[in-house]
């Protein structure tokens, strides 16, 4: 899935400044039930060499709609992708889930190049 994320170069390369995309209509499938997980997917990060292109960020989330999954794996396997994608210096990946049976789960990774 990470084949459909694409970049385009930083126009600041040399300033840090933070990025914030806000996908408020993430699907997902519960592999347990079958039944679709609703939740946010909040991305925060400092861009290195290159940026995500939103167009394809919004196509890369709209293929988990089909896919069975549990949360942790959803928001660590979305850093992973956009770790590869971009490189960034610093992402974090926040899943904010619906409530189901009463239960809400927030889940948060980060990601931070360490050099030398």
């Known amino acids: 899935m990470s084949t459909l994320l694409e970049t385009f170069p930083n126009p600041y390369p040399d300033r840090p400044y933070e990025i914030e995309i806000n996908c408020p209509e993430f699907t997902s499938v519960c592999p347990k039930t079958g039944q679709p997980d609703f939740g946010t997917i909040l991305i925060r990060y400092v861009a290195d060499q290159?940026?995500?292109e939103l167009k394809s960020l919004k196509y890369y989330l709209q293929d988990?709609?089909?896919?069975?999954?549990?949360?942790?794996?959803?928001?660590?396997?979305?850093?992973?992708?956009?770790?590869?994608?971009?490189?960034?210096?610093?992402?974090?990946?926040?899943?904010?889930?619906?409530?189901?049976?009463?239960?809400?789960?927030?889940?948060?990774?980060?990601?931070?190049?360490?050099?030398?």
Request: charged share 20%.
């Open 50 to 52: 290159s940026c995500v």
């Open 64 to 116: 988990y709609r089909t896919r069975g999954i549990f949360y942790e794996s959803v928001v660590n396997a979305i850093l992973d992708d956009l770790v590869r994608a971009c490189a960034p210096r610093t992402m974090t990946v926040i899943g904010q889930f619906t409530p189901r049976g009463g239960i809400s789960s927030r889940i948060t990774a980060n990601f931070s190049h360490k050099t030398g």
